[in-house]
C-alpha cells in the first residue's frame, strides 16, 4: 500500500476550472493503477478517471471527457485531475485511490477494486 495526500480542491464559480493533485507520501506509483473518484452528500461514491502508470493509458467516465483529465509526473510520483468547464453537479468531495492489482477496464469503475485511498478534497462549484 502506499500513504496518498490530496490538494487543489476550493470554491469556484460554474464554468471555472481546478487542478488537483495526488502524491503519494510512502511508497510509488511506478506499478499501480490510480484512480479518481468523487462524493455528493448523500450519494454513492462514483468513478471518474483513472491512469496505469506502467502504460499511461486512461479511463473515463463518457460524461466527463473533454472536460476532465487525468494526467501524471514521473519524477514528483503525483497524479492530477485538471477539470475544466465546472457545473455545480460536479461538487463533491475528490478521492484519489491505487492498488497494485491489475484490473480489466471495467473493474477500474468500482471503489473495491481500490485498496489505498487519500482524505479527500472538497470542490465546490457555484452557479
Known amino acids: 500500500q502506499v500513504h496518498l495526500v490530496e490538494s487543489g480542491g476550493g470554491l469556484v464559480q460554474a464554468g471555472g476550472s481546478l487542478r488537483l493533485s495526488c502524491a503519494a507520501s510512502?511508497?510509488?506509483?511506478?506499478?499501480?493503477?490510480t484512480g479518481w473518484f468523487r462524493q455528493a452528500p448523500g450519494k454513492e461514491r462514483e468513478f471518474v478517471a483513472a491512469?496505469?502508470?506502467?502504460?499511461?493509458?486512461?479511463h473515463y467516465v463518457d460524461s466527463m471527457k473533454g472536460r476532465f483529465t487525468i494526467s501524471r509526473d514521473n519524477a514528483k510520483n503525483t497524479v492530477y485531475l485538471q477539470m475544466n468547464s465546472l457545473k455545480p453537479e460536479d461538487t463533491g468531495v475528490y478521492y484519489c485511490?491505487?492498488?497494485?492489482?491489475?484490473?480489466?477496464?471495467?473493474?477500474?469503475?468500482?471503489?473495491?477494486?481500490?485498496?489505498?485511498w487519500g482524505q479527500g478534497t472538497q470542490v465546490t462549484v457555484s452557479s
Open positions: 485511490a491505487a492498488t497494485s492489482t491489475h484490473l480489466i477496464v471495467s473493474r477500474l469503475r468500482s471503489p473495491s477494486s481500490f485498496d489505498s
Open positions: 510512502e511508497g510509488t506509483f511506478s506499478r499501480a493503477t
Open positions: 491512469l496505469r502508470w506502467t502504460t499511461g493509458s486512461t
